[in-house]
């Protein structure tokens, strides 16, 4: 039953549904779905979809989130940037026999959530892990002026080729600027001048519709040449398998991975941006809900859906308690399908551009740029090369070389561990960083050499070429090296053949290699692997000081005594 | 000058020449060369080459390599598995206009030559170090597999479609099982068999060649339909530019990188292989040495070079000392071409793939397999996939899928790093692994947690969910976390924001955080991001010990005496 209430989190929460927190998930359901109607039909819009396969895609996927997904808080439906990744799929396609743009975005979805149940089956959730915060701020950014520049042509009312980079676009608008009409710029440029001046209030974007609709009447727009909706059918959308030819789907199935891989990192992002430290979503349940709501909105005629940021951040600040909070935007955005479409037929479509222009100029990102700048130059790079891929070479690919670059960077930095010469501190049995303890001497004879890191193949190199600087560089000729292994918590077997190798090259110079500190795990390996007894047992010790001793006992009979005065 | 002398060892080795070396090099030479006249020619047929130019590239390049390597017994020349890259690059090129695949081959040492000295000069010799020991001992048994397929159809006298895949190969030849040439087959047999009698014998391809010419001659095998070499010019190399058309050098581009690579690896591991600790290449440098040897052979009718691994063991067994022993060599070659090319004319080509197939067979590793059966089965699938991939897929994609196979590994190790819960040692001040020592006792009220690893995008959420884990199971109320950062050497922002995150999740739990013996660079950090003020100074302690007494004190004001006591 336990297990069961995991896997399906409603039954846990709902018989446990406080009255007190009703007020907040109403409030919050309501806010929400303010400004999710007009955003829905413009994020469709985006994916070059009919606005109606947007207000589908908000229904079914907040209630089925509601029963299945880990975070109480996240706003889920229709987002800029999967519409943006479901357009370019959509656009490539090559469609057979009577297959319509809407029944393959809906089997898009379907696949998508396919992909999501099977990857949280497998517990894949983990891949989350791989996209560091340099990584997402470049990509949002850039994805962020890539959504923007797709409305241009709205907002200019041009018609402009489908393009994901920015230059292009502001290149053909050039181009084509004799062709700018210009009373849709001035509905673009009024509804984006109101959408800016009302800043912080959640239902600008419902004023700016609806006022929109009263100009349309007023000044008969659609008559003077500005695109409008036009006829949006009434009704809630009903159960359709979304058929489509194998080669079709064969198709989508890329499309199908990036939106599965994409629209989970950011549902999941927005969860753990607004989770409590109690209500955190968890990776595998995620993918699990999130795969269910591609699916139900698969076969209820919508399109992809995600987790959005912007959304769930005004669902969080609106009180949101529980998953109920989307049921009742859902119900909302139902009411309106019902009986609201007749009123949308007027609604220039610059005024949902002007929407999106403005939804997604707040997800570009200064913030984070700054403060590495200030703290970790080193990630800005990360960060710019993700930023210039996205807008450049489309979203997909610029996400992929973002993540590739941050783990070549990782894995180069672990090549070159950090290690520690070590020198006795006077009157102890205690040995530390030469560089930072000015009071630590070194032991004449002897290299002492911690080294914190996992030895495996890409940094083992690293280690030799490190002692055989410090053997060369050591003020008097060095009998003994002791590795303080107490840091090395596994060795593969590259490295272990690399130390047998250095105790080979250190034997012939007449220096002996010590160990000391050694973890379990290592030290069984070196055990089996008869290194130990190639060594012989003596030349593993417990503390760096035993070591010191049996390098300096052995090789010069000091008399253990003037030693021990010394503890 | 000692800056020349580094780029150009020969200035730094030839002056102080000892005259005790020259037996050595001298005998090295001579048994190298015995061995290098039948492989080259064999090894110029796996890349679907004339056996001359198999001679010609066993010329200059061992003579530049003496001049400008850092590996004084490294036998450079033509090797199999670059071979059979080649062989893969020229069987999908379409020549244009006059150009001949033998002036292709040369034109792409040329470019393997330019591309290495590219990488040299850029420093990028550290790529060797991605290379472990399984991907290369899977990909070296799958190569030798790959090449002994390849001669096949020569020993059993039928024609085989040029492939890459073992199976299909041995299909095909039981398709064509009725076409096989007994005469053939029997010379092959003969000499493989011979071969295996001989053993250890160095000279024992010489013996082989010399004996199939005889047969040859005797039984008139030409005449009975048995492949023989047929003409071959004999003379000198001359120096020739490989001009081919820009088109065909850009489809030999792709192909160029990887042998520049994959040469280089092989080179610099069979240097390894037999240098002592004085003697070990320096891999920039033999990029450098490399590169020139591959541009000379381009420009004097060869074909690709690398070091070999099976003449690098023969020539430093038989006492190579310097790179005169590779000057003998190249000699000893000229000669050849000079006065012995007559008597080839009647050698089948049985012969020569009989010496390919044992020479490859000897490169199939067991002895790595089983070891990492016994000590590390986790690198046995890495050894597993590589083998595999190469076997089936080709060796550049086999190889390539190895190395990004055991990268992906270790960053998935990586994401959980070794982490330690510390309790006190009765008595003392010290703190350490419960697990590890049973006398540790934990102090109620604090979880005290040690992380041996930098902390970055990956690992950090590994962090945050070990601490609530450990929060959650403590026996006693938590009141404090304190972290000993002494290994943690590198805090990226991610892993920053998510501290930020866990403590503002702690503070709200009423658990204050703590941070134990912090390393410069990352207090350094902590403090500029401000994560140092928000905390407060005394929530950072120089040791363990002081973060316990300062958890302790602050939070319940225990006599300092009481702790004192135990010191």
Known sequence: MDRLRRLVPILAW??????ADLPGDLTAGLTTAVMLIPQAMA??????????????AAIAPPIVYAVFGSSPKLAVGPVAMDSLLVAAALSSLALVGGETIVVAAAALAALVGLIQLAMGALRLGFVVTFLSQPVLSGFTSAAALVIAAS????????????????????????????????????????????????????????????????????????GRGVAVLGEIPAGLPGFALPWISSTTLISLAPAALTIALLSFMEAISSGLAVAGPD?????DRELVALGLSNLATGLMRGYPIAGGLSRTAVNAQA??????????????????LLLLTPLLHGLPKAALAAIIVVAVAGLVD??????????????????????????TLGITTGLALGVLLSLVLFVLRTTRPHTAVLGRLPGTTVYRNLDRFPDALPVPGLVIVRIDAQLYFANVAFLRETLMRLIDEAATP???????????????????????ELHRGLAAKDIALYFAAVTGPVRDLLARSGFQDLLGADKFAITTHE?????????????????????
């Open 151 to 222: 409305q241009i042509g709205a907002l200019f009312g041009v018609k402009l080729s489908p393009s994901t980079g920015l230059h292009t676009i502001l290149g053909e608008l050039w181009g084509a600027r004799a062709g700018i009409h210009v009373p849709t710029l001035l509905v673009g440029l009024a509804a984006v001048s109101l959408l800016i001046g009302l800043a912080r209030f959640r239902g600008k974007a419902i004023v700016v519709v609806a006022l929109a609709i009263i100009s349309s009447t007023l000044f008969d727009l659609a």
């Open 319 to 336: 009180g949101a308690r529980t998953g109920l909070a989307g049921v009742f935007t859902a119900a909302i955005v139902a009411v309106a």
């Open 547 to 567: 070591a010191v001793q049996q390098a300096l006992g052995e090789r010069c009979s000091v008399d253990p005594r003037v030693l021990q005065a010394n503890h």
């Open 366 to 391: 200064l913030k984070l740029p700054r403060t590495l700048w200030r703290l970790r130059r080193r990630e800005l790079l990360t960060l710019g090369v993700t930023f210039a891929a996205t807008l």
């Open 279 to 283: 209500d955190r979503p968890d990776a």
């Open 14 to 19: 709902l018989p446990r549904y406080r009255r």
């Open 478 to 500: 060095v009998r003994g090296v002791i590795l303080d292994a107490a840091g090395i918590h596994d060795v593969d077997i590259s490295a272990l053949n690399t130390l047998q």
């Open 43 to 56: 994020y469709a819009m985006i994916a070059g979809l009919p606005p109606i396969v947007g207000l589908y």
